[in-house]
């Protein structure tokens, strides 16, 4: 979410980023543990990873995947059979009982096995890339809350200083009017300046909180959390292949070698038959042999076309999601990446001359109007061109840190090693 727009509407307007209470390590209250304090974007990326649902998802989907390993390593397709029977004979002169057993074990013998295990490794590749995905997702979102929370924090630190500049004005506004050095027009100007923004104050108050439990709720801590830190756009990192595409491409791998299984699994399997007799006559005959399906053509039997051709089916549409996921990361780095240059461009316009000297002459708004040298009419305006200026500036470094986190998370970078 982008909150700073939100509230430049009015006469209302921020100041560009100073030290404060918050920010000085003389001041911070003591660190609390785990979680509770961030003061870098890295440090609530790496508390989001740890404790985000989304991460424990795609870990179980890998172990899953290696129980499907684990399962194709079994070397018989199935566990022997034991038929056992037993008959009773009986005669005009003699009776006995003819005892039949029959031990049989089905094999694979086109390579199934081997191929299987191929799918599984596919796969668990397939699941470790989505793991990294989703770690690198969950920290570039952390960091865009974080950013958040500095720049709600600090528009309610910014307004809170405009209400109190309209309460002077107003205060001096009612001097002149009971000294009848002015109109009644004058003290309802800068009583409605003065309600108008604390309305904004308390907007941006709201705005804040809400900011503050989205990063909450990322970092898993359930009474709060207290963000400290500075609007700094993160540095450039060294990039990596994007785990998004890895995942595609080794599912493309699994869903050919499912192909393949289909294919293999058309071959008869075989089975080893060990059988034992006794009968009445006091014989025993043991003997073994082999024995083999017959495959039918369609439609008679089944010939696993139907399933070959959706494994194929499956195969191509796995190609053609990477294909758009790699057209989607190119146009997600090329955005950022024009986005961050017009963002850094807008920033430069506000030179530290000018945003210092805004400050100054917004400060003593107060002291002119006093004094004489400003009419109040001409001190409201002046108060709104200053404070929309130093909005603008605020947005602007705002609007940097978001585009950076989003050029870092679409090029690649490694955003687990930000501070």
């Not at 974007?41 to 890998?62: S, Y």
């Not at 910014?158 to 009017?177: H, S």
């Not at 207290?226 to 292949?241: F, H, Y």
């Not at 001359?353 to 001409?378: C, M, P, V």
Request: hydrophobic share 45%.
């Amino acid at each position: 979410m982008h909150l700073i727009p939100l509230l430049l509407g009015g006469s209302l307007a921020l100041s560009p980023p100073q030290p404060n209470a918050t920010s000085t390590p003389t001041d911070r209250p003591p660190e609390t543990p785990g979680c509770r304090r961030l003061d870098t974007p890295g440090a609530a990326a790496r508390c989001a990873i740890d404790r985000g649902p989304a991460l424990a998802i795609a870990e179980a989907d890998v172990d899953i995947a290696r129980a499907h390993r684990d399962g194709a390593k079994v070397l018989l397709p199935s566990n022997p059979t034991l038929d056992l029977l037993v008959a009773r004979r009986r005669g005009p002169s003699d009776r006995d009982v003819n005892v039949y057993g029959t031990l049989r074990q089905e094999v694979e013998i086109a390579g199934q096995r081997r191929l299987r295990m191929r799918v599984a490794d596919a796969e668990i590749d397939a699941g470790r890339a989505d793991v990294a995905a989703v770690r690198r997702t969950i920290a570039a979102e952390a960091m865009l809350a974080y950013y958040d929370v500095v720049a709600a924090q600090r528009l309610e630190a910014e307004i809170g200083k405009v209400v109190e500049v309209a309460r002077a004005l107003e205060t001096l506004a009612r001097e002149r009017v009971d000294a009848g050095a002015a109109a009644g027009l004058e003290l309802e100007l800068t009583r409605a300046a003065r309600v108008v923004a604390a309305r904004r104050w308390l907007d941006a108050r709201r705005r804040a909180a809400l900011a503050r439990a989205a990063l909450a709720s990322l970092v898993a801590v359930d009474d709060g959390v207290e963000v400290g830190g500075e609007l700094r756009p993160l540095e450039s990192t060294a990039t990596r292949p994007r785990p998004e595409l890895e995942g595609s491409a080794a599912r493309i791998r699994a869903w050919e070698r499912r192909t393949a299984v289909i294919r293999r699994d058309r071959v008869p399997e075989a089975s080893f038959v060990a059988t034992v007799q006794r009968d009445g006559f006091g014989e025993f005959v043991a003997g073994g042999g082999v024995s083999l399906g017959i495959p039918l053509p369609a439609p008679l039997g089944r010939t696993a076309r139907a399933e070959i051709t959706a494994s194929r089916a499956e195969a191509r549409r796995a190609r053609g999601e990477r294909e758009r996921v790699r057209r989607s990361i190119d146009l997600a780095a090329a955005s950022a990446t024009a986005e961050l240059a017009a963002s850094r461009e807008t920033l430069a316009l506000y030179e530290p001359t000018i945003t210092k000297g805004a400050h100054e002459t917004l400060d003593a708004l107060g002291a002119a109007l006093a004094a004489g040298q400003l009419e109040l009419r001409d001190a409201l305006l002046a108060q709104q061109s200053l404070l929309e200026l130093l909005a603008g500036q605020l947005e602007a470094e705002h609007r940097v840190c978001i585009a950076a986190v989003e050029l870092a998370h679409a090029s690649g970078a490694d955003l687990e090693g930000v501070r």
